[in-house]
């Protein structure tokens, strides 16, 4: 079955105008997370784009050049300065923001933490959160007016602190996202932002707040550490114990208390806040397609009948997947993957790349790109059942790709998918009439101010 439903408003094939007032921004920004890309980026492999400090970057979407910059060639292409700063103020020397020897050490002890059998085990914990949240709705009355935004936040940050730290949710909840909000809107960058000396001096003055932002989180952190160190838990490993134990392979030695909050704060949050926004965007998209949300708990009573998702249900719950999937294509929580520079010249599809080109690679751009996508624009689940065309593998990559690909992926899928089966099976959302949905892009893209919608019970 085809969906002829549009994705309306947000509509995905409606890239900016061709010519792109300056002072126009903030609000074509409300319509697309990158206003500052030219339309054309939409319809070709490479875009070359000046830029008013005379050093153009360009935007590769086509599949064999994204898979060059972020795999073949991947020594090639590391994260910019810029970009590494970027994520230095908030994440220190995190995953998110480290090359080389020292990310390859860190990514090495850390991903046995989000292992397919870890991911399992961590299971019963996310799905029992999403049933233990629904309780919560059980208690509001039909047609409440519920503020899914930050639900959906308040939820994603309790899973990740019991999976990855077995640690209450609550206790951690305000401070970290005081924190993550406070650091983000620190973030928000303009054109003086990107002149040299004015754009270093504000970029200093940015660190010192983002630093006071954190401080009260990094001495819950310090304690969380203290806590493990002098109470070691004799259950299965989580993220914490693994950090704690981790020793070079060479030197033999730990890793210490600051490397350690660095990659507690970055999974904190990349951890969190991306699953946040991509429930509110299925939520968003299920309320305006009907149909679609019709088949999804046609499939969830069935496949469930009536009991709480496990994991061990998702693989029968092919639909809910599909829509997940292309919820992540037509709104992908991470829109644009960082910035990478070419230390050597190149070549792109037939594009030569100078030594020091930034080259830009973002899923927003890829998903909805006139050359991969029939009809990009249109919300359709089908475009991922089994037996659907094949697309290149670099086409579709809401969680990035190549050595740098998302840690968190099949953790972040398989908490989506708990999520939204344990409230789909009982609730349907309807968008608060007469709200318009804008996008917010600060790293993640959210809906702009929230999320005001109406619970209705099936
Ligand atoms: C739907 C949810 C998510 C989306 C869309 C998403 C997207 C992404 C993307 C696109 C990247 C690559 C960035 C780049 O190359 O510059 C990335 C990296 C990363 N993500 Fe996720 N993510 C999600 C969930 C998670 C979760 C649940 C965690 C952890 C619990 C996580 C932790 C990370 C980390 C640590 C990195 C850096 C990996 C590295 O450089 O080695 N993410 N994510």
């Not at 037509?330 to 594009?351: F, K, N, Q």
Request: charged letters at 25%.
């Amino acid at each position: 079955m085809s969906l002829a439903e549009p994705t309306p408003k947000l509509a995905a094939s409606d890239p900016p105008p061709a010519r792109m007032p300056l002072f126009g921004m903030e609000k074509a920004g409300r319509k697309h997370p990158f206003p500052n890309i030219p339309p054309q980026a939409y319809e070709v492999p490479v875009l070359k784009v000046p830029t008013i400090t005379g050093i153009s970057y360009y935007v590769v979407s086509d599949p064999a050049g994204v898979k060059q910059v972020l795999l073949d060639k991947v020594a090639n292409y590391p994260k910019t300065e810029r970009e590494r700063r970027y994520f230095s103020a908030m994440f220190g020397d995190g995953l998110l923001s480290t090359d080389g020897e020292l990310w390859r050490t860190h990514r090495r002890t850390m991903a046995p933490s989000f292992s397919p059998p870890s991911v399992a085990a961590y299971a019963p914990a996310m799905a029992a959160s999403a049933l233990a949240f629904r309780t919560r709705w059980d208690q509001q009355p039909e047609g409440a007016e519920i503020e899914v935004a930050e639900a959906m936040t308040d939820l994603t940050l309790e899973i990740i602190a019991r999976t990855m730290f077995s640690t209450d949710g609550a206790s951690v909840s305000a401070t970290v996202r005081h924190s993550m909000e406070g650091a983000m809107a620190e973030l928000n960058m303009n054109l003086l932002d990107i002149l040299p000396v004015i754009g270093d001096v504000r970029f200093r003055a940015r660190e010192k707040r983002i630093a006071a932002v954190f401080a009260e989180m990094d001495a819950d952190i310090a304690r969380m550490i203290e806590d493990r160190k002098a109470n070691p838990t004799d259950g299965p490993q989580d993220l914490l114990s693994r950090l704690i134990e981790a020793r070079d392979s060479e030197g033999g030695e730990t890793m210490s208390a600051k490397e350690i909050r660095d990659q507690v704060v970055t999974i904190f949050l990349a951890g969190h806040e991306t699953t946040a926004a991509t429930m509110c965007w299925v939520w968003y998209l299920l309320s305006q397609h009907p149909t679609v949300a019709a088949r999804l708990q046609a499939e969830l009573d069935t496949v469930l009948a009536g009991r709480p998702p496990t994991h061990e249900d998702l693989p029968g719950l092919t639909y809910t997947r599909m829509v997940v999937d292309e919820a992540l294509r037509v709104y992908p929580a991470a829109p644009g993957i960082s910035t990478r520079v070419a230390l050597e010249a190149d070549e792109i599809c037939g594009m030569k790349i100078p030594k020091g080109g930034m080259v830009a690679i973002a899923p927003w751009i890829l998903h909805r790109h006139k050359l991969l996508w029939d009809d990009p624009g249109r919300f359709d689940p089908e475009r991922f059942a089994k037996d659907a065309p094949e697309r290149p593998r670099f086409a579709y990559m809401p969680f990035g790709g190549g050595p740098k690909v998302c840690i968190g992926a099949s953790l972040a899928t398989t908490e989506v998918m708990l999520i939204l089966a344990t409230l789909a099976q009982r609730y349907s959302l309807e968008l608060k009439p007469g709200h318009e949905v804008e996008v917010q892009q600060q790293i993640t893209m959210r809906p702009r101010g929230g999320l005001p919608m109406i619970l209705h019970r099936r």
